[in-house]
């Protein structure tokens, strides 16, 4: 089973900065097959991010993804106050699936 | 517009069973595979499993963590995902989320299963 680790577990920033969260991969894998889901208590999670890069119908361009391999990022620029959220990485394409421990975002 | 509402959460004592429910419109959910995700109090997301559509039998996937005890079914007249639970533990508490497809692009709010004496 892959296992992800997301890092850091919190990051503490003020609207208008911009974020850079970090999910790495205990094996290589496609990031064909890696989501980014924002998760706000009491709410169901979000898609962002499907296919390591492709922005979710809706989710604005402040919110871009990139990587491959083990080594998988997503970046908020421009820091709204709705964006502060727990942040989760997520591998699926091959059984078993598996979602990183998330970051929190928090002012 | 696309919904999940999932259903049938509540306390129940550990060895006992649970049968969850996904109820949901705006798609065609015969072309969809449906997974399962929890949330344990204060934890991350965890990955159930899921089912696949009827093009592709059915056939489901599980974790580790739920394997021989949870069992995924669905309905396609009806639009309706299950889960049936067996043999739950107190660390089975949390609340679970129905979502859809392979990439989870839409999610229910979650049902809430407490697994207490």
């Known amino acids: 089973e892959i296992v992800l680790t997301q890092s850091p577990g919190t990051l503490s920033l003020s609207p208008g900065e911009s974020a850079t969260l970090s999910c790495r991969a205990s094996?290589?894998?496609?990031?064909?097959?890696l989501g980014w889901y924002q998760h706000k208590l009491g709410q169901a999670p979000r898609l962002l991010i499907y296919?390591?890069?492709r922005n979710a119908p809706g989710i604005p361009d402040r919110f871009s993804a990139y990587g491959s391999g083990t080594e998988f990022t997503l970046t908020i620029s421009r820091l709204e106050p709705e964006d502060f959220a727990v942040y989760y990485c997520?591998?699926?394409?091959?059984?078993?699936?598996?979602f990183g421990q998330g970051t929190k975002l928090e002012i | 517009e696309v919904q999940l509402v999932e259903s049938g959460g509540g306390l129940v004592q550990p060895g006992r069973s649970l049968r969850l429910s996904c109820r949901t419109s705006g798609f065609i959910f015969g072309d969809y595979s449906m997974s399962w995700v929890r949330q344990a109090p204060g934890k991350g997301l965890e990955w159930l499993g899921f089912?696949?559509?009827?093009?592709?039998?059915?056939?489901?996937e599980y974790a580790a963590s739920v394997k021989g005890r949870f069992t995924f079914s669905r309905d396609d007249s009806r639009g309706i995902a299950y889960v049936e639970m067996s043999h739950l533990k107190t660390e089975d508490t949390g609340v679970y989320f129905c979502t859809r497809g392979r990439t989870s692009d839409f999610w229910g709010q979650g049902t809430l299963v407490t697994v207490s004496t």
């Open positions: 089912i696949r559509s009827k093009a592709y039998e059915e056939k489901t």
């Open positions: 296919s390591g890069s």
């Open positions: 997520h591998k699926y394409g091959s059984a078993p699936y598996t």
């Open positions: 094996q290589s894998f496609s990031g064909d097959y």
